[in-house]
């Protein structure tokens, strides 16, 4: 069955398929992702070509080690904006194209990093839960027996989601491929370590210059939009927030327009982030994703503000 979000294949993908001539990381490679039949392809040739030396323990050791940091890195911005964004793997990449591991290497490692990094998630997106229900003098609890046994039972859910995760594996990425602008991320990095193993210097430096300008730009953007520079305010807020038109990161409709605001808000949130997600989606992928909120506001609420519904 071809769910809606299934791409189709190309002739010269399924041909190249056929003859076992693709080649990792050209543009037939990234033409036919999403189709179900690379998948399955890519799925079998890693189960042939899989080479067990690749699995060396200094490959999971350094992998472990920038884990670990990470769990505190993750637990602190999680606990202070409900949020965690996995930053490990970009720090695996750039360690293992400067010892010219493998791509399948690198996987390796990225995989382990990032799977010792997000162990905290239980812990960040419960234990606030309970803290404020005790402050709310909803029950009471012994702060330290939670703390530990909330820890402990993240650590162990973790493990567990991990095991889930493997038993779904083949469903999400290789029987169903759902499109995720993360995995594309995720490969455009490989591609470029890709070509550092391999040799390819010209074309890898182009691309690195490439993801470093956008980190570049990305950093001090986000820099002035957040980092409380001025008084304990942004650069951006110190100079548009008193427009009325700019208010903690968002470009927003004037305050003053009353009565438009009385139904419908609009603000867009200026985020490098999100451009980078929208141009992994391309269009069509960003429009369906953004339909639902514009048929709720422009469609949704007028019709229920015209017949008089009450929220």
């Known amino acids: 069955m071809k769910r809606h979000y299934r791409q189709n ?14 080649v990792k990381y050209d543009s037939d490679f990234y033409s036919n992702l999403n189709t179900g039949v690379l998948e399955e392809y890519l799925d079998e040739e890693n ?28 637990s602190y911005v999680g606990l202070k904006i409900g949020m965690m964004v996995s930053g490990s793997w970009y720090l695996v990449y750039i360690l293992c194209m400067a010892f010219k ?29 309970i803290y404020i229900l005790q402050e709310q003098k909803f029950f009471s609890v012994n702060t330290d027996k939670t703390l530990i046994v909330a ?47 391999s040799g390819t210097a010209k074309k890898a430096k182009r691309m690195v210059k490439k993801i470093l300008s956008a980190f570049v730009f990305s950093f001090s953007f986000v820099f002035l939009r957040d980092f409380p520079l001025v008084k304990g ?61 514009v048929l709720t506001w422009f469609v949704i609420n007028p019709i229920a503000v015209y017949f008089g519904v009450n929220a």
């Open 47 to 74: 189960k042939k070509h899989f080479d067990p030396k690749e699995f060396s323990l200094k490959t999971v050791v350094l992998a472990m080690i920038i884990g670990s940091v990470f769990v505190f890195i993750n």
């Open 101 to 129: 591991w493998s791509d399948k290497r690198i996987m390796i490692a990225e995989t382990t990093a990032t799977s010792i990094g997000y162990m905290c998630t239980g812990f960040v997106f419960t234990f606030p839960a």
């Open 233 to 293: 305010r942004s650069i951006f807020d110190s100079l548009f927030k008193s427009s009325g038109c700019y208010e903690n990161g968002s470009v927003i409709q004037p305050k003053k327009y009353t009565n438009f605001g009385r139904y419908v808000w609009t603000d867009f949130y200026l985020s490098p982030l999100m451009v980078a997600v929208g141009w992994f989606m391309r269009l069509k992928g960003a429009l369906i994703l953004c339909s639902g909120a």
């Open 9 to 22: 294949l190309s002739s010269k993908g399924l041909k190249n398929i056929e003859n076992k001539t693709l």
């Open 151 to 197: 820890v402990f039972a993240s650590i162990i859910l973790s493990f567990l989601g991990v095991f889930y995760s493997l038993l779904l594996r083949r469903i999400w990425i290789v029987e169903d491929p759902l499109p995720l602008p993360g995995f594309e991320a995720n490969l455009t990095l490989l591609d470029i370590a890709h070509n550092v193993y």
